[in-house]
């Protein structure tokens, strides 16, 4: 637990501590704005993502009988990935995963030994496999943006709910002692210049009455 000082220099290191919370805070609530968007946005480029699954792979179920036929060729060749780029990307101050494209490995086959609906399976098959990858993708982009944006909502209430509430209190609890020290010091001082005046009042009262003394005797 932080000790206050009940000092003047404490004072102002607690007001310029309050002010530079009360500076960091608006930037907080707008990153966190910035990510509860991010969040949303990625909850529906995934959700997209899982719809593209689906209609690929209800697509390639409707040429999963044709599999079951002698091809002359291994169709899981077809779905090699040969090149799967996924950069990275600075969005609201974090690095997030940004599927760019996907590449499959080429592959020869004879046009004459292979059913013509063959190209069109393939294609299916590759939409599936790449449509699975940007799940993936997206899915991990969501959960860095709500990871961040759970460690940014931690910090705003910590400003908002404690540090501030906190420094302001001790702010007022210093500034109530220093208040008081200061009518305690005017309440001395008054005190002690009224007992001068008492003494100067004294010494005149007295000389007063030496001197109607005096002046009686002389008369």
Not at 47 to 74: H, P, V, W
Request: glycine fraction near 4%; aromatic fraction near 8%.
């Amino acid at each position: 637990m932080t000790v206050i000082k009940y000092t003047k220099s404490s004072l102002r290191d607690q007001q310029s501590k309050l002010k530079q919370l009360q500076k960091y805070l608006p930037t907080l609530k707008l990153k966190k704005a910035l990510l509860q968007i991010e969040v949303n946005n990625a909850k529906q480029q995934l959700s997209e993502a899982e719809n593209a699954f689906q209609t690929s792979l209800e697509m390639a179920r409707e040429y999963g009988c044709l599999l079951q036929e002698k091809l002359g060729i291994d169709i899981r060749d077809f779905i090699q990935i040969d090149e799967l780029v996924v950069s990275k990307e600075n969005i609201a101050g974090i690095e997030v995963p940004h599927f760019k494209y996907l590449k499959f490995k080429t592959i020869n086959y004879s046009l004459y030994e292979t059913p013509p609906w063959i190209d069109t399976v393939i294609l299916k098959l590759q939409a599936l496999v790449s449509s699975k990858i940007k799940i993936s993708v997206e899915l991990e982009r969501m959960q860095v943006f709500q990871n961040e944006l759970k460690t940014v909502s931690i910090r705003v209430n910590l400003f908002e709910k404690i540090l501030i509430p906190r420094t302001e209190e001790c702010i007022k609890k210093i500034r109530v002692f220093l208040g008081d020290q200061l009518l305690a010091g005017i309440g001395q001082i008054k005190i002690a210049k009224s007992k001068i005046e008492e003494r100067k009042f004294l010494k005149l009262k007295s000389k007063l009455s030496k001197f109607e003394l005096l002046e009686e005797l002389g008369a």
